[in-house]
């Protein structure tokens, strides 16, 4: 297999990225003052060049000038069913578990509408991905939060008494689970989930596990699918995932769900159905065929190194330059998660001057309140080494040490 190219930072202004082309609009961020270009590290998406082996299945298919109805093929139920067992150990898993959605939330909202009544408290934790947040309350739903804990060595762990707590007073049956964990970049051990599970199974919980940053592990790192745990996790939960964040694919749009369960498994398909909307796209589907080949289990192997390198050059260097702020560095997805309450007090700051701060600059970075940390920001660092480094160091010369 070729090295794959992960130090070219991409033009992409104008080429439809909502990373790049959002900075200075309503629907992003502040941009930088004159002098200073944009870094994008806000959107979670990467700004790698992408795997080749998904252009080159969607090329051949666009050769052939007909794109009318279809149905999903063979060929893309093996690559999911091929890929989940590789990449996650899965087996048992055949066509019939599989279902299509147009997105990860869209699933996650389709499954609390048969799980659920409108208004029915649901359980996360907190931090908390913004995209659940909306989506939940959008829908009618309330959010039970369970905040997680950062133990003596500095690790996110679950609070498990909190959140058999706001279980039994409650009376909550239904919980979004996030696994790799976003935006804390959690990837759970198995005693974890397994834990987790038998709370859920004692309150009689359904979950809804999102999966989307499975791929994305670092340091070597195993992801532990939520169902595997136990006969009750593998009947009572619906699984999320998407060649989407591994790939760079959003823009496609296709996601789907793992459901064993023959009775959430076909109220689910009818509700997500209702809809008439939730439609497979024909280049989407040859696109995660192509994603989900060995040129594809290669690249993503190579991108995890690249990721890894980041994450402990980017923590390393926070840690030793950005006195007053914490983070537990990563340990899956491309996020990194700071806590700048030290930092901001010391300095007489409030978090929205800080991120003005850096913007100016042009370190694109994300306002982590909506995550649920008043003194959050989200940094995305999926982008050359050398590219977030000049981050890093604009940072540091003009905001935490000026």
């Not at 908390?128 to 947040?133: A, K, L």
């Not at 500095?154 to 039994?168: H, I, N, P, S, T």
């Amino acid at each position: 297999m070729p090295q794959f190219d992960f130090t070219t930072m991409l033009e992409r202004r104008g080429m439809d990225a909502l990373a790049v082309d959002a900075i200075g609009t309503k629907y992003g961020p502040d941009g930088p003052r004159e002098g200073f270009n944009a870094i994008p590290m806000w959107v979670a998406d990467m700004n790698f060049v992408g795997c080749p082996a998904i252009g080159d299945a969607i090329v051949r298919r666009a050769q052939h000038p007909a794109f009318g109805y279809f149905r999903p093929t063979d060929a893309y139920y093996d690559a999911i069913i091929g890929w989940q067992e590789k990449r996650n150990g899965v087996t048992g898993l055949a066509k019939q578990h599989i279902g299509y959605e147009n997105g990860v939330l869209g699933g996650v909202v389709s499954t609390l509408n048969v799980l659920c009544s409108r208004g029915g408290s649901v359980l996360l934790h907190s931090p908390t991905y913004i995209g659940f947040t909306m989506a939940l309350k959008r829908n009618g739903y309330d959010v039970v939060l369970s905040d997680l804990k950062r133990d003596g060595a500095g690790v996110w762990r679950m609070d498990f008494e909190d959140m058999e707590r706001k279980l039994a007073d409650g009376h909550i049956h239904a919980a979004v689970f996030c696994s790799p964990h976003n935006p804390c970049g959690r990837v759970w051990e198995p005693w974890e989930i397994e834990r987790a599970m038998a709370l859920f199974e004692k309150y009689n919980v359904w979950v809804v596990s999102d999966e989307i940053w499975s791929d994305l592990l670092l340091g070597g790192r195993k992801h532990t699918p939520t169902q595997s745990v136990s006969e009750y996790a593998r009947t009572h939960t619906a699984a999320m995932y998407a060649p989407s964040k591994t790939f760079n694919l959003a823009g496609l749009v296709g996601s789907y769900h793992i459901i064993y369960g023959d009775w959430l498994r076909e109220r689910q398909a009818q509700e997500s159905a209702l809809s008439l909307y939730n439609e497979m796209n024909v280049l989407s589907m040859h696109a995660l065929v192509g994603a989900y080949s060995p040129e594809g289990q290669e690249w993503v192997d190579q991108l995890c190194e690249v990721l890894t390198k980041n994450a402990r050059s980017a923590c390393a260097f926070i840690r030793e330059r950005f006195e007053g702020v914490t983070l537990a560095e990563p340990e899956g997805t491309y996020m990194l998660f700071l806590h700048c309450e030290d930092w901001c007090r010391a300095h007489g700051k409030t978090l929205p001057e800080l991120l003005k701060h850096g913007t100016d600059v042009g370190v694109i970075w994300q306002d982590g309140r909506p995550f649920h940390d008043p003194w959050g920001i989200r940094m995305n660092l999926a982008l050359p080494n050398a590219k977030m480094m000049e981050a890093f160091e604009r940072l540091d010369k003009y905001v935490f040490n000026a």
